[in-house]
């Protein structure tokens, strides 16, 4: 913490009220399903769904009734502390409160993360699936849907069928559509283009969009991103970017962001996941990243997952903009959007699971720490997977 702002931009950011339009609910807190309880595991006993007999001459086959059941442990924490030294107690004065704005600011950074925690949760959980393939009238390949100001129509329609097809009833809930700001516009420019009611309708209603098509649609810039890296051959200075920061497969890693070639591809991608996570094996794996590196991959929740023996998934809020050199290529960007009936996703957001912590002594520090601290957790019941579609778009 400092009480120099070395430009005009970055003091205005410290502004009380400068960023309240920022600072906003949860956005899948609008569509999910909230168990403010102080719970500790939820489970969700259920049985299997069943076909009747069609019998004439009156007999019938006699079944086993089994529940089964799906459970979710609270045992996630969205936590951000900081300390502030005394001399910035003191020059805050009267005239702002800097504990009060922190914790204000704290909160917004809580929500941002369980937001991405759920988001994740219910696209990992979602039972249904819309890629350019499954909107042809074939089958998914996982192809990205390219959005334009002419298929809206054709996108939301096709998920709202997908959901009927499942046995999804109207009556069980209202639908909502998940989308970024982008992908807002061409539904925006569909409906302006749609007819003169339509159209003035839409230009009354500013920056919301219509709920046409059955939906009514949250627009968020905190949707979920995806892009694949396939290695051809992990290979000695062989380099990876993403989200602007590179790191390096060498023999012999030895500076920050340089990542040790493994024994065969899926090694090097091992290792390759582990640098861009922050997880295990610093300083044999990989050399870890510069303490700004890895903070541009924190605030941009960056989680890298190797899926097969030759590609790493990874995955981010906002644009992965992936790139490599020689051995290999990632492939198309794309954004996992999200569309379902309300209360489909479960979240686990206790009331008392909130904390904010100021503690005024802090060995070896002159100044006060503040830690905020919010438990949660969040899933797709089984019996609810056919309520929600991820649908597959290009960034």
Request: proline share 3%; hydrophobic share 40%.
């Amino acid at each position: 913490m400092t009480n120099v702002f070395a430009t005009d931009v970055m003091k205005q950011a410290f502004m009380d009220g400068v960023q309240d339009e920022n600072r906003s609910a949860i956005p899948m807190a609008q569509v999910s399903d909230i168990d403010t309880e102080n719970l500790e595991v939820m489970n969700n006993r259920f049985g299997s769904d069943f076909t009747a007999d069609t019998t004439s001459d009156g007999t019938y086959a006699v079944n086993n009734f089994e529940l089964a059941n799906d459970s979710l442990a609270i045992s996630k924490q969205a936590v951000y502390a900081e300390r502030i030294q005394t001399k910035d107690l003191v020059h805050a004065g009267d005239a702002w409160d800097i504990v009060a704005d922190r914790t204000d600011r704290h909160t917004r950074a809580l929500g941002v993360a369980v937001h991405r925690s759920t988001y994740s949760t219910t696209v990992d959980g979602a039972g249904l699936i819309l890629d350019n393939e499954v909107l042809a009238g074939s089958t998914s390949a996982g192809t990205p849907i390219t959005m334009s100001a002419t298929n809206p129509d054709d996108v939301a329609t096709k998920v709202y069928a997908l959901m009927q097809d499942a046995g999804v009833a109207a009556s069980q809930g209202r639908p909502y559509f998940m989308i970024d700001p982008s992908t807002a516009r061409f539904f925006k420019l569909f409906g302006m283009s749609a007819g003169f009611n339509v159209a003035d309708r839409q230009i009354m209603k500013g920056f919301e969009i219509l709920p046409t098509f059955d939906f009514d649609y949250v627009v968020t810039p905190e949707v979920e991103h995806e892009q694949v890296y396939t290695v051809s051959s992990a290979v000695q200075d062989n380099t990876i970017t993403v989200k602007g920061v590179t790191l390096t497969l060498r023999n012999a890693p030895s500076a920050a962001g340089q990542v040790d070639v493994g024994s065969d591809d899926e090694g090097s991608l091992d290792n390759l996941a582990a640098a861009l996570n922050g997880g295990a094996g610093a300083g044999s794996a990989y050399i870890a990243l510069t303490a700004a590196n890895r903070l541009i991959l924190k605030n941009a929740g960056v989680k890298a997952v190797v899926t097969s023996a030759t590609t790493l998934t990874v995955t981010a809020y906002g644009s992965i903009a992936g790139a490599e050199v020689s051995a290999g290529a990632f492939g198309t960007e794309q954004k996992n959007l999200l569309a379902g009936l309300r209360n489909s996703t479960h979240l686990a957001l206790p009331s008392k699971g909130f904390f904010v912590n100021e503690i005024n002594e802090v060995p070896g520090f002159t100044g006060s720490e503040l830690r905020s601290t919010q438990i949660h957790d969040s899933t797709v019941w089984t019996k609810n997977k056919p309520k929600i579609c991820k649908v597959v778009v290009v960034a």
